[in-house]
């Protein structure tokens, strides 16, 4: 463990954690809503510093289709997120602590282990979560190294600004296009997503948008058409991954049909210059 970033004293012991809009308020060994930040005696402690559940040698195009697709990469997570998908494919390491998986591995050999490899890749698990090892692990790379992260941006402001510093490349996870959607689904807070979109867009990153398509939650035409122009009024060249959703962790309807995966491909088009279906 580690003492965290990005918290407050409350009276009677208790803290409250401001790495993400949640902005959860933890009695005495409490855990968070992402199970990874935790009130020992009054600090705030980040549980999973340094342990690695998942890493893989990838190429970029597993993360992303439009930046440097060819290029090598070294895909790690970890465990814990804020947000509460009942769909997540990755529920096993993002709703537990799954003992089994952990490898502890300091930042410096991390950085060791890489060898020539030029991009890292924060993946699987929600990597704000991680954010105290991340920025350790950012600060030792070389400087000619690309740092990408798949995020569902659910973050404030402050420690948002301090990551992009170090950060090349985004997939951004939008989960759908309404506060009411966001509240009912992830349970999170839908604006802060989108302000910490735009602060990417704004910073000259480069960015892709995923889009899980998930039955019954967000194949409403007119809301995703509502998305696709957002995007659209961002940059109309950030590219769309349209993900078909698959029964997982509490999600047990069946995955939409191809021909609705075409369907919201042709809606995007209209919008957006690079749409691509992953299946």
């Known amino acids: 463990m580690k003492k965290a970033s990005f918290w407050k004293t409350l009276k009677d012991g208790r803290v409250m954690c401001l790495l993400c809009p949640n902005h959860c308020i933890l009695k005495d060994h409490q855990c ?5 930040r935790a009130n020992l005696n009054g600090v705030l402690y980040t549980r999973n510093y340094g342990e690695i559940t998942i890493m893989r040698k990838d190429t970029m195009n597993q993360r ?18 804020n947000l509460a998908c009942s769909w997540c494919y990755n529920w096993e390491i993002s709703r537990y602590r799954p003992d089994h998986l ?31 090892y991340i920025m350790d692990v950012c600060k030792l790379l070389p400087r000619d190294a690309d740092i990408i992260l798949n995020t569902n941006a659910y973050v404030e402001r402050e420690p948002w600004r301090e990551l992009l510093n170090y950060v090349t490349a985004l997939n951004v996870d939008l989960k759908a296009f309404s506060p009411f959607k966001y509240a009912i689904g992830p349970k999170g807070h839908f604006e802060s997503v989108l302000v910490a979109l735009e602060e990417c867009v ?3 990153k480069h960015v892709e948008v995923t889009f899980t398509l998930i039955e019954g939650f967000n194949d409403d035409l007119e809301d995703f058409k509502k998305l696709v122009m ?13 993900r078909r959703g698959y029964p997982a962790f509490k999600y047990e309807k069946g995955p939409v049909s191809l021909s609705t995966l075409k369907l919201f491909k042709t809606i995007a088009l209209k919008y957006l210059r690079r749409v691509e279906i992953v299946l």
């Open 102 to 132: 952990i490898k502890k591995i300091s930042p410096v050999t991390l950085v060791r282990m890489l060898n020539d490899t030029k991009a890292i890749v924060f993946t699987y698990n929600e990597p704000i979560t991680w954010y105290e």
């Open 32 to 36: 968070g809503i992402c199970l990874s």
């Open 230 to 242: 957002y995007i659209s009024s961002l940059d109309e060249n950030i590219p769309l991954h349209i």
């Open 64 to 81: 992303l289709l439009y930046f440097k697709p060819d290029i090598k990469t070294i895909s790690i997570g970890s465990w814990g997120c």
């Open 202 to 204: 704004k910073r000259g």
